[in-house]
């Protein structure tokens, strides 16, 4: 059975101080890895698809990486608006989402 | 503009009532998706559909029913046979060529009184 665990469950950081969440899946056959972002009663919003170990993508302050068994998405200097859930979902036979981590970020 | 529409935003039911959430979408996608968030957990696949007049049971069927009787319509419908109800519903689309992206609607807030 496909799963995917995501940590931490909640991280709070200092405006400008980077980090990296976690994702890490079990999947057989992995079709694409996908980051969504998560505001307050709001619908996901996409970030980023990986396909294969070793690809990256880049967008603002957000940078996602993938291996054989996990992707993080790493977080450069980030800024209060960048506080929000960020999700992680793998395709392999289905669609399987991540519990989520909630980011916070404090000027 | 092109995108995927939920209405009502906030929907208020009385135990024992059937209510249908909508979800439509403009983006000429084959393959809709409904699911249920619930605080502290993944995102729960309820139904989805790859074609039209067709559609598959997810992980979390029970007590709900979808059609689709148009590309653009994906309408559910959650009965009084669903024992919890109260929940966050997304509606999600994708073009279902290969790991195509989901995009996913603004949702909608059910609240069992």
């Known amino acids: 059975e496909d799963q995917v665990t995501q940590s931490p469950e909640a991280l709070r950081l200092q405006e400008g101080e980077s980090s990296s969440l976690n994702c890490s899946y079990t999947v057989s056959g992995l079709r694409g890895l996908f980051w969504y972002r998560q505001d307050p009663g709001k619908g996901p919003e996409f970030l980023f698809t990986l396909y294969s170990a070793g690809e990256e993508k880049e967008k603002e302050r957000l940078k996602a990486t993938l291996t054989k068994k996990e992707s993080f998405l790493h977080i450069t200097a980030p800024k209060p608006e960048d506080s929000a859930t960020y999700l992680c979902a793998v395709y392999g036979q289905n669609f399987v989402f991540g519990p989520g981590t909630r980011l916070s970020v404090l000027p | 503009d092109g995108g995927i529409t939920q209405s009502p935003k906030y929907l208020f039911r009385k135990e024992g009532q059937n209510v249908t959430l909508s979800c439509e979408q403009n983006l000429n996608h084959d393959a809709m998706y409904w699911y249920r968030q619930d605080p502290g957990q993944g995102l729960r696949l309820i139904y989805y559909s790859q074609i039209v007049n067709d559609f598959q049971k997810g992980d979390i069927a029970e007590g709900y029913s979808v059609s689709r009787e148009k590309k653009e319509s994906f309408p559910l419908t959650v009965t009084s046979a669903q024992k919890n109800p109260t929940a966050f519903y997304l509606c999600?689309?994708?073009?279902?060529?290969?790991?195509?992206?989901?995009?996913f609607g603004p949702g909608t807030r059910l609240t069992v009184l």
């Open positions: 999600a689309s994708r073009l279902s060529r290969g790991a195509d992206t989901q995009y």
